[in-house]
């Protein structure tokens, strides 16, 4: 360890539930890289940090109302960020029917100054399948990432569901096949 990096908080707060015999966890990332520097996340900040190269940290971007002042926290995560749009979600510290967190996928319009609840659609499904935006960026060209199943391929491509580079790809696999790597550039 070079450095420890303090981001401010009031009091840990966790999106863990914590039962009889069982804990409920959730995963998410605490950095991601954003155009040459670092954001830093923490559950319990109401503001995400940009840490820049030269040490020093500013703030990002801040939420209201504070995760301190909620009876039931509703937690704020970072997922995809592009120069104009930062991709988010929100999980709420509480189990449904089937045993998950309740998510709610927010998009941030930086020009605009809005944010949306978002649905992101792969072109090259006839059905609109949805894509992830909440995968960690691999570095600063791909802005995410998600693994598409052989088998689903396979069944899709069938079933005449593909266009494009996906059905090309689509028509030389197999349901043995490894999984496809589908990445999400940044536009230059």
């Not at 820049?52 to 926290?73: C, H, K, V, W």
């Not at 069944?155 to 090309?168: P, Q, S, V």
Request: proline fraction near 5%; hydrophobic fraction near 40%; glycine fraction near 2%.
């Amino acid at each position: 360890m070079i450095r420890e990096i303090q981001v401010p908080v009031k009091a840990v707060k966790t999106p863990n539930i914590l039962m009889e015999e069982m804990t409920v966890i959730t995963h998410f990332y605490t950095t991601f890289p954003y155009q040459g520097n670092w954001l830093l996340m923490n559950p319990s900040s109401d503001t995400v940090y940009c840490y820049l190269p030269d040490g020093t940290i500013r703030p990002f971007i801040a939420r209201t109302p504070s995760i301190q002042a909620m009876d039931t926290e509703i937690f704020l995560f970072s997922c995809t960020l592009t120069e104009r749009y930062y991709f988010m979600h929100t999980l709420k510290k509480e189990l449904n029917a089937a045993w998950k967190f309740p998510v709610t996928d927010l998009v941030y319009d930086n020009q605009e100054h809005t944010i949306y609840r978002y649905t992101v659609c792969n072109e090259d499904f006839s059905t609109k399948k949805t894509v992830s935006m909440k995968a960690k960026p691999v570095h600063q060209e791909i802005a995410t990432w998600q693994s598409l199943d052989a088998f689903m391929l396979v069944e899709a491509y069938g079933n005449g569901e593909l266009k494009g580079r996906l059905k090309d790809i689509a028509a030389e696999l197999d349901e043995e096949s490894n999984p496809v790597l589908m990445l999400v550039k940044h536009r230059n």
